[in-house]
């Protein structure tokens, strides 16, 4: 797991959960493989831990646009705006030694108070709750597939990838036909993802062979399976079918070469000569 300036983002999770846990009413879920701090259903806080390979350990807490920009003006070290949620004001805080932990109680305790119904004013403080560790894969292990299933898809026409830190896609004609993913969302899997025809065959397969196949989310239901990249035994002629059959499917089949025109009846003449393909009875008839 990525490191924040000697604290872990293990041990940074801790102290972020700590300090929101000093709010009445609190709940950790999971939300897109990411512990979320949500208060009677309403999230005020979220952990991020190299979102999309950006190296950070951070936070990022509900607030206003006006409280953002003050932050991220006078101390962008240790302040940004984060994705998606950074234009409706949320703020993002760097998790780590320089991390100022006083003013991040004070923020999380106001984003908790923006969202919070009377209720949950009264309502006890409660400690955290154990959390079972998160999922880790072997950095080494997906390097070293990442590379194999980089030369597979290399070999085939148009094939371009586009690589983050812990996933890849692969592109031809602009459209994807497999994705790498390496602890998606902390789901401890490393894994290529592929369309495959018949849709409804990635649950058949998954189903049949789960130590080898899973129905991926998101693109489970328009019909793509995965692959599990991770364990003992990979068939690697198998994973190569698969992705080919996958860009097949976006590029499409090959087109037969167009056949010149005829060296009879027309040679040396232009190729737009038309020819009369009425049946000759027909003609006698209307000359009749």
Sequence with gaps: MAKAKGLTSDEALVRLRAACYAMPAVEEKLSHGAPCFFVRGKMFASFASDHHGDGRTATWVKADK???????????????????VGVKGWVGVHLGVQTDWETLSILIEEAWTSVAPKSAHEAPVLPPPKVAPRPKTDPALSAR??????????????SE?????WSATFRAKKKPFAYFNDNHHGDGIIGVWVRVDPPG???????????????????????????????????????????????????????????????????????????DTTPAPSRSRRAR
Excluded: I
């Design 66 to 84: 006006d409280r953002q920009s003050e932050l991220v003006a006078d101390e962008p070290g240790r302040y940004f705006v984060p994705p998606y």
């Design 161 to 165: 990838c586009e690589r983050e830190t």
């Design 201 to 275: 065959d990635n649950a058949v397969l998954a189903a049949a062979s789960p130590e080898r196949y899973f129905v991926p989310p998101y693109l489970g239901p328009r019909g793509w399976v995965g692959l599990r990249l991770d364990t003992k035994d990979v068939d690697w002629d198998e994973v190569a079918a698969r992705v080919a059959a996958s860009h097949a499917s976006v590029v499409g089949p090959a087109k037969k070469p167009t056949r010149g025109p005829s060296s009879s009846g027309g040679a040396g003449r232009s190729g737009s000569r038309s020819v």
């Design 145 to 158: 597939v990442f590379d194999r299933l980089l030369a597979v898809c290399q070999a085939l026409a148009g």
